[in-house]
């Protein structure tokens, strides 16, 4: 029986001016999600400390209220005060934590990056179109109305995707030196071609999404004819395999086929 894929997910679409409208709002955490969210919180300021901290976030299906318990992770960050190491045993400890008190939680995501960073550094371009587009503040200072509004064009395209052909070239290592988490690899990088696919064809849709569903549906309607390849990757980002010939061979593949046409039309 073929493995079933839920078409869920959502598109941020643009208002009057052009400019991408976030529909991730803190008031739609909601119930238990809610309670995990604000456990999350406490131990964030307990063990990180409210010194060092400037603000938290969460984004993703939960910012958006969409999550659904035993698939859906908590994906957060925090913005520091200054740059700084944070400790690392301490980050696992909190992980740890909310999965054993919450199990309906699959996996919580920790990021650290210093505010001034964030807010004045290229490099951070990617967390600021984050903040202003998926992310909600549940704790400390919301800087959304410091970070500019960003309007789906290939400038954007091209600023916002990911080094693919690096990715692909760290998993194929991976595979090779690692047996343990094949599909831990796989289901992460299937997830960044899928969404590298969307970023070609952003300027056409005049929208953005992260969302596995939407990225291969709108992939699909601008390139027909890679829709079958690309519903390979769908259903290996949800339903990834311990089949590292599979997963080469996708890579080699229609990876380096999105490598290229990125290239070719982001630069």
């Known amino acids: 029986m073929e493995k079933k894929i839920l078409e869920i997910g959502t598109l941020l679409k643009t208002d009057k001016q052009g400019f991408l409208v976030k529909i991730a709002n803190k008031n739609k955490i909601k119930g238990r999600l809610k309670d995990s969210v604000d456990y999350l919180v406490k131990q964030y300021l307990k063990k990180i400390g409210n010194d060092k901290i400037h603000s938290i976030w969460i984004r993703g299906s939960i910012a958006k209220g969409e999550a659904i318990e035993n698939i859906s992770d908590i994906d957060s960050f925090c913005l520091i005060k200054k740059e700084e190491d944070i400790d690392k045993a301490k980050v696992s400890e909190i992980k740890s934590e909310i999965c054993k008190k919450f199990p309906f939680i699959t996996k919580v995501e920790m990021s650290f990056i210093p505010i001034q960073n964030l807010l004045n550094e290229s490099r951070y371009f990617g967390w ?10 549940v704790y400390g200072e919301d800087i959304n109305d410091k970070i500019e509004d960003f309007e789906p064009s290939r400038i954007l395209a091209g600023k916002i995707q990911e080094n693919l052909r690096k990715r692909i070239n760290q998993v194929k290592e991976k595979l090779k030196n690692d047996e343990r988490k094949t599909k831990v690899f796989c289901s992460w990088i299937m997830k960044r071609i899928l ?10 849709e005049k929208a953005f999404t992260r969302d596995l569903y939407p990225c291969y549906k ?3 309607k601008y390139y027909p004819e890679k829709e079958k390849e690309m519903k390979k990757v769908l259903k290996l980002a949800i339903y990834p395999t311990s089949d590292k010939k599979q997963i080469n061979r996708i890579l080699d593949d229609f990876g380096e086929w999105i490598i290229k046409e990125s290239e070719e039309i982001l630069g």
Do not use: E, P, Y
């Open 218 to 220: 709108i992939f699909s």
């Open 195 to 204: 969404r590298q696919g969307f970023i070609l064809v952003m300027d056409k």
């Open 128 to 137: 600021r179109f984050t903040i202003k587009t998926q992310a909600v503040c």
